[in-house]
């Protein structure tokens, strides 16, 4: 065998492993995360009909209905990194529930302060609001590190919601919210009852 082959033979192995590699990294993000089931387990709470799965590293949120795969997203955590005291505008950890939901029926673009309506993004006042169209408002259930004292989550009003940029989604760009387009994040409210499950995950 010349050099030549060789080195074909031995390039062709590469990409294959990094193409296996890159489908392993995809199919763990199809499935329900077993760190979200042991943390279930370990809290006795039982998984809901939906879950929904914020994977930070991949700025994506997976839908999971009856713990199957259904859609994955783009989504956009925070530009400030994770963390889960109170005052750093960093995205949390671990499981919550969507305690509260926001804006049903309300056109997209609409604007929301302190989770009441002030206006639309078509007004020049509101072009670059940074919560719209729905807001998902979660609950953390994982005492000492999402709930409770200074860590807590619904405390720190950490939401699901929409933005009026929505060309950075898909990025870090949030102050510790996760950001889903209009068009995701509609039907999403839809369909989702309140108490759904979140767990958001680094990997």
């Not at 929904?52 to 400030?80: M, P």
């Amino acid at each position: 065998m010349n050099r030549r082959v060789r080195f074909l033979m031995m390039s062709a192995a590469i990409l294959l492993a990094a193409g296996c590699a890159s489908q392993r990294f995809m199919n763990s993000q199809t499935k329900i995360p077993e760190t979200f089931l042991a943390t279930c387990a370990r809290l006795k709470i039982a998984p809901t009909k939906y879950v929904l799965v914020v994977h930070v590293s991949s700025q994506t949120l997976a839908l999971f209905e009856n713990g199957k795969f259904v859609e994955k997203y783009c989504c956009s955590t925070s530009r400030f990194g994770l963390g889960q005291i109170e005052g750093s505008n960093h995205t949390p950890l671990g499981l919550h529930r969507v305690a509260e939901k926001i804006g049903a029926g309300e056109p997209a673009g609409t604007v929301f302060q302190s989770r009441q309506i002030v206006g639309h993004t078509s007004q020049p006042d509101y072009a670059d609001a940074k919560i719209t169209t729905r807001i998902l408002w979660l609950e953390g259930l994982e005492p000492g590190f999402n709930r409770g004292g200074n860590v807590d989550s619904h405390h720190r009003y950490i939401y699901i919601h929409g933005t009026a940029d929505q060309k950075t989604i898909g990025r870090p760009a949030s102050c510790g919210c996760v950001h889903l387009a209009d068009a995701d994040l509609i039907p999403l409210f839809d369909v989702l009852p309140g108490g759904t499950l979140v767990w958001i995950s680094e990997q």
